[in-house]
């Protein structure tokens, strides 16, 4: 199959990649210049395990390329994929359509032949639709057919995603594209992934209905948390008593500052803008969203209260920074959110992050310390934050750390370590919703 990825950004290139792997030819193409001389040059933007390799073997074995170039190969296509961003509007929160608009209408220009267009972009219920009129209205003459294939694969383990996934959702309404549509993942019917075919509007609420409902998953145990902190209940027993319930699953149900990264948080937006739009208010997720951006600062409180109360003059570590380990990706992440809460609280913050650190300068305030490892970050510091769970930090030297620190306090917001052990090393020890705030402030972080 000849397929062309619009977009090669983290699904743009991970698809290309894989899709290439799969043995189909492929042409990643981007508008920004820069990316795809990178690309050409076997050199990858993001950080994702594996993504490296799989990318410069396939392009020397002449199955991907990358280009600006969007007309020569879509004239060519089998079946042409949107995968440009979908960010967030400002103003009212719903998907901003414009970039997969925009590549709407050069893919409609080059349409030659049969082609089937694939938005794999998260997009709102009702998209493929526009996507259709706009292809119609300005080539009456083309055949085309526009299909729903949302992306579930996950950053940091995109590639296995893309290889095991869990399900394969394809919205489409006629046999043709359906059929373009099994050739490109023909290799995975072979392994027997589940491919569930729907109706496009159908796929297209799939992708959002089921990041809500991870989103939800989340914000309840990090509600569940809280009250543990109060009770002195112990969540992470609470959450494994829960998960090995199979109806409910233990997948999801870690504490911590809040979810972030590029989807969870604009999802959940879109989908609750949707359904005020049809008259069908979605007012559990609407509560997720509301619950969970606040819950992201709070944290910065909550270190805040640690701290005596003030972190006025005082540092703060901060250990990772991207919206969860493996990725560099810094989209709505929580340790935005904290730093920022500190700094206003007249912090200094000294922040390290074995990946992430060239973007969280450009997501961060002004300001921040960077350092080139966690002992650096700490050193000198009144506390340590572990904001991300990244393996490096679940394996600190707690002796140097502690010499390194003015004072011993760790606030470990991801629950790694194991509260007797780090306090006989001599720290005092708050972590999220393990009972131990109650026990050891008498009272839940203040503001919190
Ligand atoms: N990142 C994830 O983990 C993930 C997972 C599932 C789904 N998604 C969805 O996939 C979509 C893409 O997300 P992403 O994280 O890959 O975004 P991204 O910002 O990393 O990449 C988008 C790319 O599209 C390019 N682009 C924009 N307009 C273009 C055009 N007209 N022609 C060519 N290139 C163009 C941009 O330059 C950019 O490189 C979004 O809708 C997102 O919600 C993302």
Redesign the pocket.
């Known amino acids: 199959m000849k397929i062309v990825m ?8 991970v698809s290309g990649a894989c899709f290439a792997d799969f043995g189909h030819e492929v042409v990643c ?4 210049e820069n ?1 795809i001389e990178a690309l050409k040059r076997g050199e990858i933007p ?1 950080f994702e395990p594996g993504l490296t390799e799989l990318v410069r073997s396939n392009a020397a074995a002449g199955r991907l390329s990358f280009t600006t170039d ?1 007309a020569g190969p879509v004239s060519k296509a089998d079946a042409v994929f949107i ?4 960010p967030s509007r400002r103003g009212d929160g719903f998907a901003d359509l414009s ?1 997969v608009y ?2 709407t209408r ?1 893919i409609a220009q080059a349409l030659d032949h049969y082609t089937v267009i694939v938005t ?4 709102p219920v009702g998209t493929g639709d526009e996507v259709e009129r706009i292809v119609r209205e300005l080539r009456p003459d083309a055949a085309f057919a526009v299909v729903s294939n ?6 940091g383990a ?1 590639i296995e995603d893309y290889t095991r996934p869990d399900r394969i959702v394809i919205g489409a309404e006629e046999d043709r594209a359906r059929e373009v549509m099994a050739e490109v993942y023909r290799p995975l019917y072979l392994n027997s992934a589940p491919i569930l075919n729907t109706s496009r509007r159908t796929a297209e609420l799939t ?1 959002y209905a089921a990041n809500a409902f991870l989103a939800t998953k989340i914000t309840f145990i990090n509600e569940m948390a809280d009250l543990c902190e109060q009770v002195g209940a112990n969540v992470q027993d609470v959450a494994r008593g829960m998960g090995l319930d199979n109806r409910i699953g233990s997948k999801f149900l870690h504490a911590g500052p809040g979810y972030g ?3 969870f948080p ?2 959940t937006l879109a989908l609750i803008k949707t359904a005020q739009d049809f008259g069908t208010p979605a007012r559990i997720v609407e509560t997720v969203a509301a619950v969970n951006d606040q819950r992201k600062r709070a944290m910065g409180r909550t270190v805040i209260a640690a701290c005596g109360g003030s972190v006025r003059g005082k540092t703060v570590a901060v250990l990772g920074l991207t919206f969860k380990p493996n990725t560099d ?1 810094m989209r709505d992440a929580p340790s935005i959110a904290i730093v920022t809460a500190l700094q206003d609280g007249g912090a200094t913050v000294r922040a390290f992050d074995p990946e992430g650190m060239e973007q969280a300068r450009a997501a961060l305030p002004a300001g921040v310390v960077y350092c080139s490892d966690a002992y650096e970050s700490v050193a000198g510091a009144d506390a340590a934050v572990i904001v991300t769970e990244w393996n490096i930090f679940r394996a600190l030297d707690l002796d140097r750390v502690k010499d390194a620190m003015k004072a011993p306090l760790l606030i470990d917001l991801r629950n790694v370590y194991r509260p007797d052990q780090v306090r006989a090393k001599g720290f005092t020890y708050l972590d999220v919703g393990r009972g131990i705030r109650a026990a050891e402030t008498g009272t839940r972080g203040a503001a919190a």
């Open positions: 619009v977009g090669s950004g983290y699904v743009g290139l193409v981007d508008k920004q990316k993001i969007l995968a440009v961003g979908t970039y925009a590549a050069e794999k972009s998260t997009v949302p992306e579930f694969l996950r950053e995109a992708k990264g590029s989807c604009k999802d990706d």
